[in-house]
């Protein structure tokens, strides 16, 4: 059984089920599906062994010795919190087998800094309505969208209302508009005449307008396309073609515009963690479109199922380094000598959002402006 110790002007009392933790780690791992359904993977448990030789997580030089999780928090605030970086989290959060959901964390729940005899920090759970403990045959039944998201839950609201990728693979399947009712302009209020769609009367749909290619930078392979929202409407007349009245427009609805099922928003529910095998790609698009991206502005990376990336995955992004020409020592002045400068930390980005080939990832934090083509790698300690 292993020992833990809390902080010194803390209580020494600690009654986590039958008075002992056991200690394990559970990586909630989660794929999504084009569908916005979200497939959940099965736990990974490990036990932490006292004299382990991976150095521990660096605590946060102000953390808390106790939380008490409010609404409207985020797993990525709590674990900046406590953790230097973020991405360690499941190496200290302590689960209790006891409860259902355990990975999951809600408001009310008082989490508690301890320590392994080893002098390892670890995050218990100390009560709240999230540490109820079964009796019997009986769970405790929360539902798990009461949980706190791990990512602003209101960002990514914003972004999956109006998608902004088309994948390669969709664009001979997807329904498309194939003429306007009475010569009328595509705009809100007016009909237009869509193939494709196998929907009743009243399903919506999102219009998107086909925009620039999104390219691999590592083999020039087209990977999907930007999709430019236009709008929304709903199947007023079942047929082939069906009629959709549009009800939302942001500019005017063209013959071969796509149409794409409204999605639906996406639990983010899943542990940050850096991915477990080294990974490197690039930015390759961001959704706006804006040349200079900061925090909370979702943009796709050049990796995906493929790279055995998934959602939670946390990544460092680094400014690309200039190739400068070196003035003072660098040669005469027809050889001058060419200097290929470092890439620069310069944010981290989480993705919530996988394909075979690429990722939509958020901007957690930004030390400044990122562009597109700079480089996401694993995380450094």
Do not use: C
């Amino acid at each position: 059984m292993l020992k833990l110790r809390k902080t010194t002007f803390r209580s020494a009392a600690l009654v986590v089920g039958t008075a002992f933790v056991t200690v394990t780690l559970s990586t909630s791992l989660a794929q999504q599906s084009r569908s916005g359904e979200l497939a959940h993977a099965t736990s990974l448990s490990a036990a932490a062994a006292i004299g382990q030789t991976q150095a521990p997580p660096v605590l946060n030089p102000s953390h808390p010795d106790t939380y008490v999780v409010e609404r409207g928090d985020t797993l990525w605030d709590i674990a900046a919190m406590f953790l230097r970086d973020p991405w360690y989290w499941p190496e200290i959060w302590q689960i209790n087998p006891q409860v259902a959901n355990p990975h999951l964390i809600y408001p009310g729940d008082i989490l508690s800094l301890a320590f392994l005899d080893d002098g390892r920090p670890v995050v218990i759970r100390e009560g709240g309505p999230g540490n109820t403990v079964r009796l019997g045959p009986r769970i405790r039944v929360e539902p798990i969208e009461e949980a706190i998201p791990t990512i602003p839950f209101e960002t990514l609201r914003a972004f999956l209302s109006r998608p902004s990728i088309i994948a390669k693979s969709e664009l001979e399947t997807l329904p498309y508009v194939v003429a306007h009712r009475d010569g009328l302009m595509g705009a809100s209020g007016n009909d237009v005449y869509v193939r494709g769609t196998d929907g009743g009367v009243g399903s919506q749909y999102s219009v998107v307008h086909g925009g620039e290619a999104l390219v691999d930078p590592d083999d020039d392979t087209v990977l999907g396309y930007e999709g430019i929202y236009v709008g929304s409407g709903a199947t007023r007349v079942v047929g082939d073609p069906s009629t959709l009245r549009l009800v939302e427009s942001t500019r005017e609805t063209l013959i071969g515009d796509y149409l794409l099922d409204a999605e639906d928003v996406l639990p983010a529910n899943f542990l940050p963690r850096a991915p477990e095998a080294g990974t490197q790609g690039q930015i390759i698009s961001v959704v706006d479109g804006i040349s200079l991206i900061g925090q909370y502005q979702v943009v796709v990376i050049n990796r995906g199922v493929n790279h055995g990336i998934e959602p939670g995955h946390v990544l460092s992004a680094y400014r690309s380094g200039e190739e400068i020409i070196d003035t003072v020592r660098g040669g005469g002045m027809l050889n001058r000598e060419k200097v290929q400068l470092p890439d620069e930390l310069a944010g981290t980005i989480m993705v919530f959002r996988s394909f075979e080939r690429m990722s939509y990832a958020l901007v957690m934090e930004a030390e400044s402006e990122l562009q597109v083509l700079d480089v996401v790698r694993n995380p450094e300690s």
